[in-house]
């Protein structure tokens, strides 16, 4: 059974993921209130996607990946399309992984900058508890065979 108190910090952390497009326009004070509401969120669940996201920078997905929370058990990010330094973003991601973590869904298809240094970056930081992985690469161009 979910406490009050959990079900409100599931509430704040959805209203806080609704904003978080609108927050990280309005600069880095704005979002670091965002992921400490998103950071408090005890579902367990870390999902975004970004890939209709206008003006994406890295150092917006660096301070999303900030509110991954230690006790996030499974992140789902779709990213489709994206034109950023997708390696130095994977290895961002990686290092915020937290040990927990048993599931993790990434969907960076068609990400015309991904290269092995990225997916070796990631593979670098996989927590030991990982019982699901799913990746999907499909159309990125500079990744080897």
Request: overall charge negative.
């Amino acid at each position: 059974s979910v406490s009050d108190d959990d079900a409100a910090a599931g509430l704040r952390a959805t209203l806080a993921k609704t904003g978080w497009s609108r927050a990280r326009q309005e600069g880095a004070e704005t979002t670091r209130a965002f992921q400490e509401v998103i950071a408090r969120d005890v579902s367990g669940e870390w999902t975004w996607d970004v890939s209709s996201w206008s003006r994406l920078a890295n150092a917006d997905l660096e301070r999303l990946f900030l509110a991954v929370s230690p006790r996030t058990r499974a992140v789902h990010l779709r990213c489709t399309g994206v034109e950023l330094d997708m390696n130095g973003m994977l290895a961002a991601l990686g290092e915020r992984l937290p040990p927990s973590l048993s599931c993790l869904q990434l969907d960076a298809s068609w990400c015309s900058e991904l290269g092995d240094g990225g997916c070796a970056a990631l593979a670098a930081h996989l927590p030991p508890q990982l019982q699901t992985l799913d990746l999907d690469f499909h159309g990125c161009q500079r990744l080897g065979d």
